[in-house]
């Protein structure tokens, strides 16, 4: 296949388009500077695309979008996220509308959906929350209207908290796991709906290539973790023990609304993909933890014999 993937730079963008190309498909990355080999540029703000070089692609992986987690969210920085993500779908959306595409659309989305629900079990035909999140994330699945009107197959990807051995929620996470100086966000009775970095990649290509779904599905392991089973499942994978608590006020002061992201509870399940038989390679948190740990190159001290 040739698939153009906006966000390629990013932790999932990176590694879907390494998986994408070991297996010997074209991928064609959407970038905002000048393109160099297997790029096009694209200007979401200006209108600004290349729709033959679009049109001529099987599918479209969408991810392009502000970081939530890197800066304060200040009223103007809102404005930055939102608009980070209606305009580039929009704008893909149209596109591909007005072009008659036949192709699949993978459309970016988030957790961040449905909101803080506390206990409550969350599926596909969850209703949306109201945090700010959920509508930011509302508002990005609704700018892919055009290419939904227009029957083109499109698969919002509402992905959870991804695990990685580096980068994202990794970089700000690991280094405080590794210290034993962490034990768990808030209460730590929140919910996690969580995923590995591989399984994350692996979910994506498995709805692209194996399955006629249309319509949201949440990109998540089997099961939710509460945060405090999370830190230490973590920590155990490390051999350190989990210490500290940070409390929600501290969370808050130091990353203001982004630390919704940890802060929230969800409990997801993966309605979608657990349906359609897919099956992941960390199914639990504890495989999770050993798998990200073991990537970035730390592991627990062997216990002496006797």
């Not at 790029?39 to 001529?56: F, H, M, N, Q, V």
């Not at 970016?108 to 079990?121: I, K, L, N, P, W």
């Not at 992941?280 to 050993?290: F, V």
Request: proline share 4%.
């Amino acid at each position: 296949m040739r698939v153009a993937i906006t966000g390629a730079s990013g932790l999932i963008g990176t590694a879907l388009s390494a998986s994408l190309r070991a297996d010997g498909h074209e991928v064609l990355a959407l970038v905002r500077r000048e393109a160099r080999a297997n790029e096009s540029r694209w200007d979401p703000a200006k209108g600004i695309i290349d729709a033959a070089a679009l049109l001529a692609c099987d599918a479209v992986v969408n991810l392009a979008g502000a970081s939530i987690g890197d800066k304060r969210l200040t009223a103007a920085y809102k404005r930055v996220v939102r608009q980070s993500r209606t305009d580039g779908t929009n704008l893909i959306a149209t596109t591909l509308a007005e072009g008659g595409w036949k192709g699949v659309l993978m459309q970016g989305s988030a957790m961040g959906f449905y909101g803080d629900r506390g206990d409550e079990v969350l599926t596909e035909r969850s209703k949306a929350g109201t945090t700010f999140l959920s509508e930011i994330v509302l508002a990005w699945e609704a700018s892919a209207k055009p290419a939904v009107d227009a029957g083109i197959r499109t698969v919002f990807t509402r992905t959870g908290l991804v695990l990685a051995p580096h980068g994202g929620f990794a970089e700000r996470l690991l280094p405080l796991v590794r210290r034993g100086l962490l034990r768990r966000f808030g209460s730590g009775r929140e919910f996690h709906a969580w995923i590995t970095l591989e399984d994350q990649v692996r979910a994506t290509r498995f709805l692209l290539e194996s399955s006629d779904h249309g319509g949201p599905a949440n990109i998540v392991a089997p099961s939710a973790t509460r945060d405090q089973e999370l830190i230490a499942a973590l920590a155990r994978a490390a051999g350190k023990p989990a210490t500290f608590p940070v409390p929600s006020w501290a969370m808050k002061l130091a990353a203001g609304d982004a630390a919704v992201d940890l802060l929230t509870s969800q409990n997801a399940e993966a309605g979608v993909l657990s349906r359609l038989g897919f099956s992941w390679n960390q199914p639990t948190i504890d495989a999770a933890a050993q798998w990200v740990m073991a990537g970035a190159g730390f592991a627990p001290p062997a216990t002496p014999a006797g």
